[in-house]
């Protein structure tokens, strides 16, 4: 897909990643791009190519009034997300659900949404901002987020089974941390978030179904086909 002359929506476009992506499209020429948050009014970008825009994953006719008001999109990137922190065992079942509710029915509210534009228009491309986490749990609060991207991950991979013959690229992408307000004050080595929205892009360009960003996600990946133990450690003696 050639993003110069596409029309674009990036949801949780007023910081971090989706900022960044926002900036990219226009880089690279997009004609358009409807950046989507849940306070549109903190959108400050001046190219008058952005047209900022209400949608929050969690309320669904938001997602349909977006929809109803930018028919015109060919590459929709779901970025916007949350981190609860929440652990599996103990904290509230409600902060779990929230997070399932937000990634993974709320970025697939949002492609049922918009697939039936892409398909209108005879094809185009969808990307899901997703983590390393899609694919490894780890100590560091993240269970419940880990369980809601593993989620998203394979529902990325079945919309794109679904979509199949239409012409619409589904891309996954796989990171680790970047350095956004979601990850401030997490002691952990983070990129740019700008390398994120680049390497999707360039993916995007290239026809790449997934697209890992850093050195953890593709150790990850490569270590998920071997011993376990490679993640998670020895097993418990008994």
């Known amino acids: 897909m050639n993003i110069a002359g596409s029309t674009a929506l990036v949801t949780g476009a007023n910081r971090g990643i989706g900022r960044h992506f926002v900036d990219e499209l226009l880089a690279r020429g997009a004609r358009k791009v409807y950046a989507a ?5 903190l959108v400050d970008t001046p190219d008058p190519r952005v047209t900022p825009l209400h949608l929050d994953l969690l309320n ?13 999109v060919t590459l929709l990137i779901n970025n916007a997300g949350i981190a609860t922190r929440a ?13 399932l509710e937000t990634h993974l029915f709320g970025t697939l509210r949002v492609i049922r949404a918009f697939a039936p534009h892409l398909v209108a ?3 185009g491309a969808i990307v899901n901002i997703l983590s390393v ?9 993240s269970g419940s987020y880990s369980v809601a991207k593993a989620a998203e991950w394979n529902m990325t991979n079945g919309v794109r089974v679904e979509l199949a013959g239409r012409q619409i690229l589904v891309q996954g992408v796989h990171l680790a941390a970047a350095d956004t307000d979601m990850m401030a004050g997490q002691d ?18 290239a026809g790449a179904i997934e697209v890992l960003v850093d050195d953890p996600s593709r ?3 490569a270590a998920l086909s071997g011993d376990p133990a490679q993640l998670y450690g020895p097993p418990v003696a008994n």
């Open 37 to 41: 948050a849940r306070r549109p009014e």
């Open 60 to 72: 669904e006719k938001s997602i349909t009034d977006a929809a109803a008001a930018a028919q015109d």
């Open 87 to 99: 652990g599996l065992l103990t904290d509230d079942l409600d902060e779990i659900r929230r997070d």
């Open 121 to 123: 228009h005879g094809g």
């Open 133 to 141: 986490l899609s694919w490894v749990a780890t100590p560091q609060g």
């Open 188 to 205: 952990a080595p983070k990129i740019d978030p700008v390398d994120v929205a680049r390497a999707s892009l360039d993916g995007v360009q």
């Open 219 to 221: 150790f990850v990946k």
